[in-house]
């Protein structure tokens, strides 16, 4: 538990994870700041804002969801807030028209933030003082508390807590310093990598195709583990005469082509694509986007897959996010809420999430945050 009243908290990372657990700290009265090395909140919830010029000197635009498909939502308490969400606008559900020949889904429905996949977390942010283009390199643990540190030096501000909610290949080398245990769970979580095509292509009314009506399909075979027609999704704008697509490769082949150029990339994945389709595509503007570290594998198991967070009460020190074998969105969100409990003393951390984090040989809460 925060031994001041009013704590000062550095959150690092402002994905999902990282909102929810700094709008808990701030609700509860803390003093938080949010440091991101993007422009904007969501992390992997990342929407892509394309613009591209044609011959006749039009500029066109669109936004393309180029990341999490949509989550789950399976837990109570995460059911609980997607309903807020709901009914603030924030977050709908999607049952998608899967394509005849796709594989089914493993839930439904989905649920996905509008009007684009970083709205939630700009929304649970929106009273949180945050600094965009800020990458952490270092922590430091000096007598006044906490410091954060960036390429050019030291952020001014102390801190008496730190939360690190970033994915676990980019949390290790922040954590080693501090605890290297952690430090080596982290670093062993095998994250999935994806090569993402996304892209605007022209529709022909006279094309088969035109009347085709489906949003998702899940491919049973070849490269393509997601199709999605994301003018098809809930609260995105169609354009006539568009078809917006994004594509994720599955993890097997994007392993194998990890560090192949973009531009192979994009050649291959549109084949694979208009091979799905059993027509030629013809793009307006279409991009890839390599993600090295998209999501753990569910089964994934180690030291700290027992725990839903760590939570270092006498160093001031917590992580959360998806790295804990609960993967995804919903997996993100549980542990984020699990860890602002856990320094709020708040009640919510089950009785079974405390025992196996006890077992795991871990303290589950102190009442103060000593000082170095
Ligand atoms: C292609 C793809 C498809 C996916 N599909 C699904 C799906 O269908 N269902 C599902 O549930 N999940 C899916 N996921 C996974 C899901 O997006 C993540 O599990 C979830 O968003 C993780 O949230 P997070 O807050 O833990 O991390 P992130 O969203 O990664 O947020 C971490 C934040 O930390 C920032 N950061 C990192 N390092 C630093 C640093 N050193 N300094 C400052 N800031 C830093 C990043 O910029 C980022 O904003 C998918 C992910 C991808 C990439």
Redesign the pocket.
Known sequence: MLKRQTASIAV???????AVCAQALREAGHAVQV????RG??????TRRMEWATDDGQTHRARLD???????ARHAAFQDAISHAMADGWVAPWSPELAPDSLPLEASP?YVPTPDMPAWCRHLLADVDTHWS????RLLREATGWRVGTGDGLYPDAFDAVVM???PA?AAP?LQPHHEDWARFASLVPMQP?W?LMGVAAVDAQAPSSGRSWSAARPEHGPLGWVIRNDRRPGRAAVEGQAHWVV?ARPGWTRLHLEQEPDWVKQQLSTALADYLGEPLCWMHAVVHR?RY??PPPSHLGAGASASHWWDAPRGLGV???LFGS??????FLSARALAAAMLDAPDMSVHERQTWREAGHVVAQTSIDRP
């Not at 909140?41 to 990342?46: D, I, K, P, Q, Y």
């Not at 180029?66 to 789950?72: K, R, Y």
């Not at 800020?134 to 390199?137: Q, R």
């Not at 993967?327 to 993100?332: L, Q």
């Open positions: 690092i990372g402002a994905g999902l994870a990282g440091f991101d090395k993007a909140a969501g992390g992997r919830l990342a180029h990341g999490a498909v949509g989550f789950t989905l800020v990458s952490v390199d909610a970033v994915p980019q922040l994806c993402t994720h993600w998209a999501v959360c996010g998806d993967s995804g969105v919903e997996g993100a």
